[in-house]
């Protein structure tokens, strides 16, 4: 039996999963993993191959195909493709308004859960993403919903957008494109975006990114500190 410890940190997009993953686990020596981008390099992919993406059983098919091969490196769990980092291939306005047709499909999340329950193997785990808490890790002590205002992530993926010069709009466009992300994720079927029974729900709106680190360190069981 595995006895490694996982982190399950869940939450909509722009609340702070990735930053607040990170520096968690560079402080306990746990391993990062998005696994957000998972489905991003299953969309990228599909884009690449040409699917139609309103066309569920050829998203799938070319899912199967995907092959990712995950390497420990510098505090994190890194994806390769064909020997290659995808980057911000991953990260761009075409992967943004395609990402949940791919990840709302329950054979593609049955792929990409399976994959995430093996990286326990490497080691402990911090794991963001929708449905971390409720569906891959759900019997872990250590559950996380990080939340914030849809104005309070808009304004930080946006600046985060402009940071990596992949901006595809202003404020405004990227809050439209959340909330339409956030609608798709917490209505779809299968592993939908949620709190978890047992969960302990962080809003950011108003927290510093230090803050929000505080509150999850000082929830973790007392032997993993």
């Known amino acids: 039996m595995n006895?490694?410890?996982v982190i399950a940190i869940d939450g909509p997009s722009g609340a702070g999963k990735s930053s607040v993953s990170?520096?968690?686990g560079r402080k306990l020596g746990?391993?990062?993993?998005?696994?957000?981008?998972?489905y991003r390099i299953m969309t990228w992919q599909c884009l690449v191959a040409g699917v139609d993406m309103e066309d569920p059983e050829?998203?799938?098919?070319?899912?199967r195909k995907v092959a990712i091969e995950c390497r420990p490196e510098n505090g994190e769990i890194a994806y390769y493709v064909g020997g290659e980092a995808p980057g911000d291939r991953i990260r761009t306005p075409e992967i943004n308004a395609n990402a949940s047709k791919v990840a709302r499909?329950?054979?593609?999340?049955d792929i990409v859960t399976a994959l995430l329950r093996s990286m326990t193997k490497y080691g402990d785990l911090v794991v963001e993403g929708r449905d971390i808490q409720t569906a891959v890790?759900?019997?872990?002590?250590?559950?996380?919903f990080l939340t914030a205002s849809a104005e309070a992530r808009a304004a930080r993926r946006h600046r985060e957008e402009v940071e990596k010069g992949i901006a595809g709009g202003g404020t405004d466009a990227v809050k439209a494109s959340l909330l339409a992300r956030d609608k798709i994720d917490s209505e779809?079927?299968?592993a939908p975006l949620m709190k978890a029974d047992g969960s302990i729900e962080i809003d950011s709106s108003n927290l510093d990114l230090d803050q929000v680190v505080e509150t999850v360190m000082a929830a973790?069981?007392?032997?993993?500190?």
Not at 105 to 109: A, D, H, S
Not at 137 to 144: I, M, Q, R
């Open 3 to 5: 006895l490694n410890r």
């Open 22 to 24: 990170r520096i968690v």
């Open 30 to 38: 746990f391993l990062h993993v998005d696994s957000g981008a998972l």
């Open 58 to 63: 050829a998203i799938v098919a070319e899912a």
């Open 105 to 109: 499909l329950k054979e593609v999340r």
């Open 137 to 144: 890790f759900p019997d872990t002590p250590a559950k996380f």
């Open 188 to 190: 779809r079927r299968y």
């Open 220 to 225: 973790l069981p007392s032997d993993w500190k």
